[in-house]
């Protein structure tokens, strides 16, 4: 069961383990907002083998109803971890930043120009804002990226990015795991 206490300020907490395992991509959803594109992404984690960074703050519990309910009961089996904010997140988690990919319908790259490799981190920012300035400044030249999508549309639901960004790494690693 996912516990609901709030994540204190500078700190993070395992909501769920998988010990031992190794982590072949680490995806991170920055201050997400809708709980069932998170219970989404807690199964896809499960499925694909990767880990889930959760940075908040977030809009929901983790707790919530609709979440678990999208998410079943494969939150029992991923690897999710929860931070209280970016800079908590960063220090704790400490991700090598020449491995570390924002999407973004503000990224100068496409998603599929990218060569992914074990280990990579995959950043997406919150539903209705994505990620801030100052968040799409933290990452390298050339590591923020955009997903194609039809010209004059805003944007792709948050879950559906995560999947189609995931997969897509998982299948360059020969779905490997």
């Known amino acids: 069961m ?3 206490q709030p994540i204190p300020d500078n700190s993070s907490r395992t ?3 998988r010990s031992g395992e190794v982590d ?3 995806i ?3 201050e997400p907002e809708i709980p069932p594109n998170t219970g989404n992404v807690i199964r896809l984690a499960a499925n694909t083998g990767a880990s889930l960074h ?3 703050p977030m809009g929901f519990p983790l707790d919530d109803a609709k979440m678990r309910r999208a998410g079943l009961d494969y939150h029992e089996i991923s690897r999710v971890t929860a931070y209280s904010g970016w ?3 960063l220090q704790a988690a400490q991700p090598d930043p020449s491995r570390c990919f924002g999407l973004s319908t503000k990224g100068q790259r496409g998603f599929f120009e990218v060569t992914f490799c074990a280990g990579d981190w995959l950043f997406f920012g919150s539903e209705t804002r994505g990620l801030s300035e100052q968040q799409r400044a933290w990452f390298g030249n050339g590591q923020l990226l ?3 999508m039809r010209p004059g549309n805003r944007s792709l639901n948050l879950s559906n990015t995560v999947a189609v960004a995931v997969y ?3 299948r360059q690693q020969g779905f490997a795991g």
């Open 2 to 4: 996912i516990p609901s």
């Open 15 to 17: 909501v769920s383990d």
């Open 24 to 26: 072949w991509l680490h």
């Open 28 to 30: 991170v959803l920055v």
């Open 54 to 56: 959760l940075v908040g």
């Open 87 to 89: 800079s908590d997140f």
């Open 146 to 148: 955009r997903m194609p």
């Open 168 to 170: 897509e790494a998982w």
